[in-house]
């Protein structure tokens, strides 16, 4: 056996993330209108049960309108340095009867106002249920630049809604019916650090070496180091001031001498800012490995990955999990050497190579473009 390091070399780039936030509305409120028919059963919009947030009576007649029906505390949290790339609205609706049922406006609602363009839909309400989206991951509504964080987090952002009556002919009962309301919030991240590397290093008594480097920083307050084991549960082994703002390379080092009965450990970065935002780091993983010239290339990879170095195939298994540590492929390397990735999304994952007699691994950082 031998002791490996395993390191994450970020390159000198600013860390972005394009982050997907997915949430219910926490109100929902009836404003009124002249004839507006009110909506009633305000909570039964968040859970997709079949249980319809409608309104209490028919629409009746072609100017028959609902009020209109405002959703918002959504419980957004996006950090100060987010910028709001898109939003966009999922609605499971249906008509309790035919099909005489159109929207009459769609709105943004910021702070506390409808404010956009109308993004009513043109398509008519069925007997059964349907999905309509509105606005998408790329679309701000018109507001650009100034659809910022700190308007998405207002609890009165949100959404209206108000339905019409299309003719009078037809069955007269025609009733809105609303199963399900989901508002997402697609954002990029620019960190206010650029990370160079992060290495795990073991030592031969067993203790871990964590260090990392930075090139810049902007309004950092300190960095915790977090561990996991096979549960891939994170706890935070230390913690170390950060230098706050700095155009020079920052050195930083924590040292892990607890003894751990685990095969496998995960090490992460958090950095916390000074005005109460963090951000995590992809984790890094530290093994006792056995002695061979293993190698995996490409990577970073497109199409496929291959192993390489290894002299009895049938003694060894491939995985491949993501982040959060969950197998998404188990394969026998007596198989085949070689991991197709046609199917697996552009991002980082681990490759875990198992050697089966030992119960040794080899683990690597891999990603997939």
């Known amino acids: 056996m031998k002791l490996v390091i395993v390191s994450l070399f970020l390159g000198l780039v600013n860390t972005c993330l394009a982050i997907t936030v997915t949430k219910t509305a926490g109100s929902a409120s009836n404003v009124i209108v002249a004839g507006g028919i009110s909506w009633s059963s305000l909570t039964n919009h968040t859970a997709g049960d079949n249980a319809y947030t409608t309104t209490s009576a028919d629409l009746l007649t072609s100017v028959s309108i609902t009020n209109k029906l405002y959703l918002t505390n959504f419980g957004f949290d996006l950090p100060s340095y987010a910028t709001v790339e898109g939003i966009t609205i999922t609605m499971v609706r249906r008509n309790a009867q035919s099909n005489k049922l159109l929207d009459n406006t769609a709105y943004l ?5 409808e404010l956009g363009p109308n993004r009513a839909s043109g398509t008519v309400w069925g007997s059964s249920e349907q999905t309509i989206v509105y606005g998408g991951a790329a679309d701000l509504w018109g507001f650009g630049t100034s659809l910022t964080y700190s308007v998405v987090n207002n609890s009165n952002f949100g959404f209206s809604l108000q339905v019409r009556r299309t ?3 037809g069955t007269p009962s025609q009733r809105p019916q609303i199963d399900l309301v989901q508002m997402s919030v697609t954002y990029n991240t620019t960190l206010p650090i650029d990370l160079l590397s992060f290495e795990v ?3 031969k008594e067993g203790h871990r070496i964590i260090s ?7 309004n950092t307050k300190d960095f915790e180091v977090q561990r996991a084991g096979s549960n891939f549960e994170f706890t935070t082994i230390g913690q170390t001031q950060a230098a706050g703002f700095s155009s020079t390379i920052q050195q930083y080092q924590v040292r892990d001498i607890d003894q751990i009965q685990e095969e496998v450990l995960y090490y992460r970065l958090k950095q916390n800012d000074q005005n109460g ?3 995590y780091f992809d984790p890094v993983s530290v093994v006792l490995a056995p002695i061979y010239e293993l190698r995996v290339f490409p990577n970073p990879a497109t199409e496929y990955i291959s192993i390489a ?3 009895e195939p049938i003694d ?3 995985e491949l999990r993501d982040l959060n540590g969950r197998v998404l492929v188990t394969q026998s390397l007596a198989k085949s050497n070689t991991l197709e990735l046609n199917n697996f999304a552009p991002q980082r994952y681990l490759l875990i190579v198992k050697h089966l007699p030992s119960n040794t691994f080899h683990v690597e950082a891999i990603e997939v473009r």
């Open 212 to 218: 990392w480097a930075t090139s810049t920083e902007t």
């Open 201 to 203: 290093q073991l030592e």
């Open 316 to 318: 060894y298994e491939l």
């Open 109 to 113: 609602v910021i702070n506390g106002t």
């Open 167 to 169: 003719t009078s002919t």
């Open 309 to 311: 170095g290894i002299d």
């Open 277 to 279: 935002d963090h951000a």
